[in-house]
């Protein structure tokens, strides 16, 4: 863990506030190049009508729009949840350096919990990662958020 690693992830959990506040399973995530943010993004796939709208993809999206290139090479992605395995793809795809993420995901975890994809040797890029950064404040937003839809219903 870096110095910075703890900023940039505060600043993926203010994102997964967002997705707390529009009634998505909060998850944040930030792109990070040399210092300055790229892109911000949290989970709209209700909103959006869209399986495809996770935090990591929105901002894969607008990362690549603000380079104007679908390669993100040297840039780390923080999300506050372990990404899932569409969310991995799209990650090698976009050449990302290194993911750094909160909370690990037992169920759907692609990249050391319920699957490694990262460690497959199919892949012609390879990503660095480091998970449990900030992970009680990941956890706890994740919890409250589906201790509050179990009251609900």
């Known amino acids: ?41 949290f989970n709209q796939v209700i909103c959006h009508h869209d399986p495809s709208s996770h935090a990591e993809i929105e901002a894969i999206r607008l990362a690549g729009q603000s380079l104007s290139n679908y390669r993100l090479i040297d840039t780390t992605l923080y999300v506050t949840l372990e990404p899932c395995s569409m969310c991995v793809g799209a990650m090698i795809h976009a050449r990302i350096k290194r993911v750094v993420f909160g909370a690990y995901d037992q169920k759907t975890g692609a990249i050391t919990s319920a699957l490694r994809l990262l460690d497959s040797p199919i892949h012609n890029h390879r990503i660095e990662w480091s998970g449990g950064i900030l992970e009680e404040e990941c956890v706890h937003l994740l919890q409250a958020f589906f201790k509050e839809k179990r009251k609900k219903t």
Do not use: W
């Open 1 to 41: 863990m870096t110095d910075n690693d703890a900023i940039y992830m505060q600043m993926a959990i203010e994102q997964a506030k967002r997705a707390h506040i529009a009634d998505e399973v909060p998850v944040g995530a930030v792109i990070v190049k040399s210092g300055e943010v790229l892109a911000t993004g």
